[in-house]
């Protein structure tokens, strides 16, 4: 369904078409749907605390047809105390990834890192957000 504005004796309204042709009746198509993803698991992570995971977090965003979205912001967000990402922010390359290492935090238990992808650029993200899950182990002694 395509929506256009419509003028008719000076009141102005929204008019919606289904089916309609933009290059035939000047509306405007709907924009693109996006999906942020994870590439790898999002649960069953493990390392001690207070060490960096081995590897990449790798998060795509991927058009429906599975073409990489470019230029997305796309944020890393740690929950526990010491944790952090490296980068904290990055944007979507030509394929559509972003990657960052994950270091635990100091606590031993659960630990999360939230990865968002800002809306905008002429899509719509359908998930704007994704977590991660690992478990940081107590260091040996």
């Known amino acids: 369904m395509w929506r256009t504005t419509l003028a008719v004796g000076g009141l102005l309204g929204t008019l919606l078409i289904p089916g309609c042709v933009p290059t035939v009746c000047g509306c405007s198509p709907p924009p693109p749907i996006a999906t942020l993803a994870v590439e790898g698991p999002t649960q069953g992570l493990s390392g001690i605390a207070g060490a960096e995971l081995p590897g990449l977090i790798t998060v795509a965003v991927r058009l429906s047809g599975g073409t990489g979205v470019a230029g997305v912001a796309v944020t890393f967000a740690v929950d526990a ?6 980068p904290s922010s990055a944007t979507t390359d030509a394929t559509g990834r972003a990657r960052t290492t994950w270091r635990l935090g100091s606590t031993v238990g659960q ?14 993200i359908t998930n704007p957000a994704v977590t991660v899950v690992a478990f940081a182990g107590a260091p040996q002694r």
């Open 111 to 124: 630990q999360r890192l939230t990865i968002s992808a800002a809306p905008g650029g002429g899509y719509n």
């Open 81 to 86: 105390p010491g944790a952090t990402t490296t």
